[in-house]
């Protein structure tokens, strides 16, 4: 029995069919997870470190902030204001709202709830901070926020390049995958330095 090349073709279209049929959802799913719920940031550079290294893989969940607003603290994952093609990772420092100072190597922070101020409890930070730019007393309006890289010596933040707008912010960190020896979830807590 011979097959015609009329009927072969189709047995394969019709696999190939099958095999689209099959993959067309994953990556559809893939993509739309990458595009809006989590995506992979591998860190590159100091500004965060020792916490963050340079080559750690972390995922950024960019859901959350859809149902609240970031919060002090929090690690993200924001564009560069001043070139929103690049990404920084960065520490939420102050929120809408704050007067945020940097005087004496402490960050104070004055807001209606503390109206006199209080040095913000920075069990993740192990140096002083100074200002290295114009912006070491700033007061933060609607969908303002304050950042700070964890390695106050030697990060390019808003200390010299001014408040980040909401829109700016991507997600927060959620994991850190690799290296795995520091695999952990919600790796730049503050309850995670609190432990320690």
Known sequence: M??????VSKKILLEIWDIL??????VIIV???????????????????????????????????HFHEPARQDMIVLRYPLDPSRFFLKRIIGIPGDRVVIQDGKVYVYNAANPKGYVLNEPYESQLTFPVGPYHDVTLGAGQYFVMGDN??????????????????????????????????????????EKK
């Open 2 to 7: 011979s097959l015609s090349f009329t009927s």
């Open 21 to 26: 049929k099959f993959l067309a959802p994953i």
């Open 31 to 65: 993509f739309l997870v990458r595009s809006y719920v989590a995506q992979p940031f591998i860190v590159d550079g100091e500004s965060s470190s020792p916490n963050f290294h340079t080559g750690q893989y972390l995922i950024i969940n960019e859901v959350s902030y």
């Open 152 to 193: 106050r010596s030697g990060s390019d933040d808003s200390r010299t390049w001014g408040i980040v707008p909401r829109n700016d912010i991507i997600g927060n960190v959620v994991l850190r995958l690799f290296p795995l020896k520091l695999a952990a979830v919600d790796p730049g807590s503050v309850a995670s330095f």
